[in-house]
């Protein structure tokens, strides 16, 4: 339960994380996902794996894209196989001395009116899963590109 909200859980992940964190290994219970992690140059590490930014902006864009493509569909706009999301999760320290996250989420709908597609995005932004959970706790900026 969350507040006052319930969660009917339909399907669970499962990910173990080994070795030293951003430095180790990250593998799904099912082996679908079984990488070495690093963290990037920019953080001084080798950019030899992947890292926990790159694997939320991921989880984060197909996430949006699922809730754009189910408002739309609500909505009667056609999203077809040309629409695209970028979700750019930022890693920086915090004002209060610790480390925090930013994310960019841009949605392409390349034939819809501006306007419309703006509509959408926000519409997504408010039953995304993702956009939920980090609804106050990170900086969030959704915006359309047509």
Do not use: W
């Not at 969660?7 to 070795?19: H, K």
């Not at 997504?124 to 990170?138: E, F, L, M, N, W």
């Amino acid at each position: 339960m969350i507040g006052t909200m319930t969660i009917e859980v339909v399907c669970t992940a499962e990910s173990t994380a080994t070795g030293g964190g951003r430095d180790g290994h990250v593998k799904s219970d099912d082996g679908r996902v079984d990488l070495e992690t690093s963290p990037p140059t920019a953080m001084g590490g080798n950019g030899g794996g992947t890292n926990p930014e790159q694997l939320f902006a991921a989880g984060y864009a197909a996430c949006f894209l699922g809730a754009l493509r189910l408002v739309g569909g609500k909505s009667e706009v056609v999203l077809d196989d040309v629409t695209t999301l970028r979700a750019r999760i930022g890693f920086g320290k915090d004002s209060a001395g610790g480390f925090g996250l930013t994310a960019k989420i841009v949605s392409y709908l390349p034939g819809v009116e501006q306007g419309i597609a703006d509509g959408l995005v926000q519409q997504a932004h408010q039953v995304c899963p993702y956009s939920k959970a980090t609804r106050g706790d990170i900086d969030v900026d959704v915006s359309a590109k047509v």
